[in-house]
């Protein structure tokens, strides 16, 4: 229950002809009983005048002065136990952290009331021991710490354990009884203890037991901390087992597996044109233990460039690191030859645990409804890397024929997941074809204005994009950038209104193709 608090500063409460009349009272031990109760055990006063006890809450201010409670008073001289329990206001509890008491007799058939005195020489001022735990999740281990059972003998505030006082550590899994744990604590009032596993319940309480001759067998027993263990297993390998070239050629889906892991995972992905200068390109933080993990990466150039992948795994614990294998994507090529010619190159697929297990070629056209008509046109198996297409049949509807390469890993796959890779889809086109939108949002749902050029061979581009006033506000050289619709010099996002665009690219003859209109830019 809680009393209201009152300052008394010791030596000046009691008069110190009180001190003589009624001895001390010698607390035995406090012992926490659960996260609310404090059980409090002293001996009977040998006075028999005495009508009962006070027990104390004990509080030290920023002065370092002791602050008492109102009295709890407990009637009856032969009376020598209390269970404290903190149930009104601030609430303090013996889980959370350390209380302290101490218990004064006094004999109420005299006006003033006497009481025993504290003599901070001979009395023992208790407090609750309050065990606290930090769990390394890293090392599957926890470390148990808790306050010193200190008294008056060696300073009220005492922060070191007594001499002749002994700790015993006692230890639950999976709320089975307490067995204690055969440990040489020394006096030490911490402990480590290692070799945890994930998925058991730990309980843990340490009982301080007196070997003071004046108190022999007095124990006080502390509040108890549990856990359930779910200690961080890094990974043993990250395999990154595919990079497939989606449809639209701008984006490469990475899958990649682990094996089993209880921690969280941080992948960084890191993606090079060269093999040996990495960037990362995306990360995924903090991500719970999956097996199969699928990450597409957007923006690129496939049709210029065979990327290289790798993942770089950690995890919060300090020194677990692994990268993956890396891997290549195909790049397929069409070059134009004649009218009735192509010739169609290609990179294998390099990362896979057993290598290629064969290649099979399609060539691709739209019917005049623009469905489009696929045909493998040949099976090769490394190191075949190229191949020559006769074909005397008309283009697609729209001028064009295209081509990939899809690639299936060889069998025999310890990971047993034998994937399958596409390419980028290589173009030829009858003629150059350069597509722009007519509108975009730079606020909305279509924030870039990006126009594709459709060409065999493309080796240069151009975009500018001019306001009504003739100033110019973007340009690039990359074709994949397009124009967010802010200014260049003053990264303002532009007005609303119409933009007038210049598009300039070169067709596989090298000679130059020039493209410009007007695009508009709305809220």
């Known amino acids: ?48 005048t005495v009508d009962g006890y006070y027990v104390y809450r004990i509080y030290q201010n920023n002065l370092g002065q002791m602050i008492f409670d109102a009295p709890i008073t407990i009637n009856g001289r032969s009376t020598n136990k209390f269970v404290y329990e903190d149930n009104f206001g601030q609430i303090d509890l013996p889980n959370e952290k350390s209380l302290r008491f101490w218990v004064t007799a ?20 208790h407090q609750t021991v309050y065990l606290n735990q930090t769990v390394d999740q890293c090392n599957g281990a926890v470390y148990l710490k808790w306050n010193a059972y200190s008294d008056a ?48 319940n730990y309980r843990y309480k340490v009982i301080a037991r007196s070997n003071d001759v004046m108190n022999i067998g007095a124990s006080s027993t502390s509040n108890e901390k549990s856990f359930t263990g779910t200690f961080s297993v890094a990974p043993a390998y990250v395999y990154l087992y595919n990079a497939t070239t989606a449809a639209n050629n701008r984006t490469v889906t990475l899958y990649w597996l682990t094996d089993t892991s209880s921690c969280r995972l941080t992948y960084s992905i890191l993606m090079s044109e060269d093999s040996i200068n990495f960037k990362e390109v995306a990360r995924i933080d903090s991500q719970t233990y999956t097996r199969f993990n699928v ?59 057993v290598g290629t297990g064969f290649f099979e070629l399609y060539r691709v056209k739209k019917d005049s409804a623009g469905i489009d008509i696929k045909d493998i046109i040949a099976t090769v198996q490394p190191p075949i890397s190229s191949f020559i297409d006769v074909d005397i049949t008309p283009p697609g509807i729209d001028n064009a024929t295209y081509y990939y390469i899809k690639t299936t890993e060889d069998i025999n796959d310890p990971f047993n997941v034998q994937s399958v890779s596409f390419s ?52 690039t050289t990359d074709e994949v950038l397009g124009w967010n619709g802010k200014d260049k010099d003053s990264n303002d ?23 410009s209109g007007t695009v508009a830019l709305i809220d």
Request: hydrophobic share 40%; net charge positive.
């Open 424 to 475: 980028n889809r290589a173009y030829v086109y009858k003629e150059i074809k350069i597509i722009a939108p007519e509108v975009f949002t730079p606020n909305g749902l279509t924030p870039i204005f990006r126009p594709r050029v459709l060409t065999t061979n493309n080796n240069k581009f151009s975009l500018k994009v001019y306001n009504r006033w003739g100033k110019l506000v973007f340009e």
């Open 106 to 125: 006094f004999d109420k058939d005299v006006n003033p009331i006497v009481q025993s005195g504290f003599d901070t020489s001979a009395v023992k001022p």
């Open 493 to 515: 996002v532009c007005t609303t209104g119409a933009y007038v665009y210049v598009i300039e690219s070169t067709d596989a003859l090298g000679a130059v193709i020039r493209k």
């Open 153 to 200: 003998r060696n300073g009220f505030f005492n922060s070191t354990p007594n001499a002749g006082e002994n700790y015993e550590i006692y230890e639950s899994q999976n709320n089975g009884p307490f067995k204690k744990l055969k440990v040489e604590l020394n006096n030490k009032n911490s402990y480590k203890r290692s070799g945890l596993m994930t998925g058991i």
């Open 295 to 353: 990450k597409p990466i957007d923006n690129l150039l496939t049709e210029r460039y065979a990327y290289y992948f790798k993942i770089v795994t950690t995890t919060a614990c300090p020194d677990t690191i692994d990268t993956s294998n890396v891997v290549r994507v195909v790049r397929l090529k069409a070059e134009y030859v004649n009218p009735t010619t192509n010739k169609i190159s290609w990179n294998n697929f390099e990362g896979w645990a």
């Open 1 to 48: 229950m809680k009393f209201l608090k009152q300052l008394f500063i010791l030596g000046i409460f009691w008069a110190p002809a009180a001190f003589a009349q009624i001895p001390t009272v010698s607390i035995d031990s406090v012992t926490v009983l659960n996260d609310r109760q404090v059980s409090i055990n002293w001996q009977v006063s040998p006075n028999t």
